[in-house]
């Protein structure tokens, strides 16, 4: 069974550009999700998705983050200026509802 | 909001030697924890999972305990080998709703020859 996929694997941008990532969740997994994990912590939650439905994106700054799931499948996030401290992997996961999350090998995005 | 935290940042162990990750976990109403494995430039890697009507729950050469009473949880790597060699993530979250997990700041795990 093939896993999360996420492209591209690496970017490099300079502050105030634009940036956008893709993520192909696992087939028949409902359940997407984007965490940024900043070098030497642990993922933080950026966004759910329960099909193409927002489930919680209370820690997405909104004012440059934008993510979309439209037909419920891939999804992709944006970065919209970019900022210094978006430094950071940018994974995607996914599961089936309730169930283990699986991740893909993640975006590393640096800002300079 | 609530937080994972581990105790130590880095252990290293000798190769064959058991090793024991600790993780300290704040929201007492959590009730299904995971650990997760990372490799360096890999996403998180799950290995093994508990949920809270449970104390110890073992897999292969990896056992997790809960303690509730202290909400403390560890991850037991037996007999490690260098491909253990990574930086291991506790999780906390709830079974019900939206399962939105909330990691710790992770223990990196060398493997001395």
């Known amino acids: 069974e093939a896993g999360v996929a996420q492209s591209p694997r690496y970017k490099i941008i300079e502050k105030r550009q634009s940036v956008a990532f893709w993520c192909n969740p696992i087939?028949?997994?409902?359940?997407l999700y984007w965490y940024q994990q900043i070098l030497g912590q642990g993922p933080k939650l950026l966004i759910q998705f329960q099909n193409n439905g927002v489930v919680d994106d209370s820690q997405l700054p909104k004012d440059r983050f934008s993510a979309e799931r439209l037909k419920g499948v891939d999804s992709t996030l944006k970065i919209q200026p970019a900022k210094l401290e978006d430094s950071a992997v940018y994974l995607c996961?996914?599961?089936?509802?309730?169930?283990?999350?699986?991740f893909g090998p993640g975006t590393r995005l640096l800002v300079l | 909001g609530e937080s994972v935290g581990l105790h130590l940042p880095t252990l290293s162990v000798q190769e064959g030697d058991n090793s024991i990750i600790n993780c300290a976990y704040s929201n007492s109403a959590s009730d299904y924890f995971i650990w997760y494995k990372q490799e360096s430039g890999k996403g998180p890697q799950f290995i093994i999972d508990i949920r809270s009507n449970m104390d110890k729950r073992q897999g292969q050469r990896v056992t997790v305990l809960l303690n509730k009473t202290v909400k403390h949880l560890s991850l037991q790597i037996a007999a490690t080998q260098p491909g253990d060699s990574a930086v291991y993530f506790c999780?906390?979250?709830?079974?019900?709703?939206?399962?939105?997990?909330?990691f710790g700041q992770g223990t990196r795990l060398t493997i001395n020859p």
């Open positions: 996961a996914s599961s089936t509802y309730q169930e283990t999350q699986y």
């Open positions: 087939s028949g997994h409902a359940t």
């Open positions: 999780a906390e979250t709830l079974i019900q709703g939206a399962q939105k997990l909330v």
